[in-house]
């Protein structure tokens, strides 16, 4: 089954750091762009952060360039999101989702993993 | 930023009636590089539609969508109970990949 499981979020202050995880079952990360995307609770959808099948070009949404970094592991079975410098409205639930090229829509999402930014 | 604006904010409906839903880009999206993706409560979004008109693996033929340029369309052509949920559109011509603020729709 193609599945996506994300992980790692959490309650932690403002100022702090957090990485996410988001496995892929069923297909390799190396065949796909993969992206985050989150929703502050009770709000719509905003696109955080991209990263090609290759590796090669990283994407960033304004609120956060600078603060998150997107990346795979070497085995590209794994897909995560850096964030540091976390700030109270970076509380969300955070989506990981795969597409199948850079202009293409997102296919597959993960369940989602709950970021509480909060002192 | 190319933003979208989806009308209405919400809509009030009874099972087998025909929807129809919109989405305004502020500029031209190219190629027709247009999704849409219902959301139901405590669930991730669901892509239903890509390519503006293209549908998803499994997405049933009652769900169309259409459009170009700037105006794009979501039609569902007969309310199921399982499609009262909140409809996105969203442009992935240019960076940012920028959503709609959503359309709910209700059982009226």
């Known amino acids: 089954e193609v599945l996506l499981v994300a992980s790692g979020g959490d309650l932690v202050q403002p100022g702090r750091s957090l990485r996410l995880s988001c496995a892929a079952s069923?297909?390799?990360?190396?065949?796909?762009?993969m992206h985050w995307v989150r929703q502050a609770p009770g709000k719509g959808l905003e696109w955080v952060s991209g990263?090609?099948?290759?590796?090669?070009?990283?994407d960033y949404a304004d609120s956060v360039k600078g603060r998150f970094t997107i990346s795979t592991d070497n085995a590209r079975t794994s897909l995560y999101l850096q964030m540091n410098s976390l700030r109270t409205e970076d509380t969300a639930l955070y989506y990981c989702?795969?597409?199948?090229?850079?202009?293409?829509?997102?296919?597959?999402w993960g369940q989602g993993t709950m970021v509480t930014v909060s002192s | 930023e190319i933003v979208l604006t989806q009308s209405p904010g919400t809509l009030s409906l009874s099972p087998g009636e025909r929807v129809t839903l919109s989405c305004r880009a502020s500029?031209?999206?190219?190629?027709?590089?247009l999704a849409w993706y219902q959301q139901k409560p405590g669930q991730a979004p669901r892509l239903l539609i890509y390519?503006?008109?293209s549908r998803a693996t499994g997405i049933p033929d009652r769900f169309s969508g259409s459009g170009a340029g700037t105006d794009f369309t979501l039609t569902i052509s007969g309310l199921e109970p399982e499609d009262f949920a909140v409809y996105y559109c969203?442009?992935?011509?240019?960076?940012?990949?920028?959503f709609g603020q959503g359309t709910k729709v209700e059982i009226k």
């Open positions: 990263i090609t099948w290759n590796t090669v070009t990283t």
């Open positions: 969203q442009q992935y011509d240019r960076s940012p990949r920028t």
């Open positions: 390519g503006a008109s």
């Open positions: 989702a795969k597409s199948h090229s850079p202009f293409d829509a997102f296919h597959l």
């Open positions: 500029q031209s999206v190219r190629s027709n590089y």
């Open positions: 069923g297909f390799s990360l190396g065949d796909h762009d």
